[in-house]
């Protein structure tokens, strides 16, 4: 089945650029959507077909997918930034998950 | 605005049927943009799809998961369900409904809103 790694954690320093990597087989042929999950909630969407941003999310939130790795860039990190991050993909017509990646911001 | 609410049992013993209601408000189910889909997540672990339904009825499901899980869609009420069998202490988890959007400009489907989860435990 395919799989989907991230690194469990990664830290940045306030208004510093951050960047979560997922990576897949040959994940640069599909799109890839990023979710982030604060403690308590449900998942929101920040990023869906590689680089799009839904509305109400900040421009800080970027992506891109080439190759075998997606990224995850927040330029000017907050401290609100601060959260679970999940890479999704879809793989003949099942969705699969990341493991997820622990932002912190110190 | 969308909503989407988990609604069943928080504790299903083992070997027994878990079974869930996702009610959507302010939208409907019949929306030929969206299929709906249900998420779970063991703690401290990421989501992991189960499946997704259209209005019309039709399913896919995670393969590794196909044999125990039926999703079934009641348009009248708006609402689409989850049946999970013969569970285990694996099974526990907090499931989200979800929906799931196609853009009209083509690409990969994306889940866009989430409802808030609901803790289902296994254990007897």
């Known amino acids: 089945s395919y799989e989907l790694t991230q690194p469990p954690s990664v830290s940045v320093s306030p208004g510093q650029t951050a960047s979560i990597t997922c990576s897949g087989d040959k994940l640069g042929d599909k799109y890839a959507s990023w979710y982030q999950q604060k403690p308590g909630l449900s998942p929101v969407l920040v990023i869906y077909q590689d680089t799009k941003r839904p509305s109400g999310i900040p421009e800080r939130f970027s992506g891109s997918n080439s190759g075998n790795t997606a990224t995850l860039t927040i330029s000017g990190t907050q401290a609100m930034d601060e959260s679970d991050y999940y890479c999704q993909a879809w793989d003949t017509s099942t969705a699969v998950f990341g493991g997820g990646t622990k932002l912190t911001v110190l | 605005q969308l909503q989407l609410q988990e609604s069943g049992p928080g504790l299903v013993k083992p070997s027994e049927t878990l079974s869930l209601t996702c009610t959507v408000s302010g939208d409907s189910i019949s929306s030929r943009t969206y299929y709906w889909g249900w998420i779970r997540q063991p703690p401290g672990r990421g989501p992991e799809w189960i499946g997704s339904i259209y209005y019309s009825g039709s399913t896919y499901y995670n393969p590794s998961l196909k044999s125990q899980v039926t999703i079934s869609v009641d348009t009248s009420k708006n609402q689409f369900s989850l049946k999970l069998s013969s569970v285990t202490a694996a099974d526990t988890a907090v499931y989200f409904c979800?929906?799931?959007?196609?853009?009209?400009?083509?690409?990969?489907?994306?889940?866009?809103?989430w409802g808030q989860g609901t803790l289902v435990t296994v254990s007897s």
């Open positions: 979800a929906r799931l959007w196609y853009s009209a400009a083509g690409g990969a489907p994306t889940f866009d809103y």
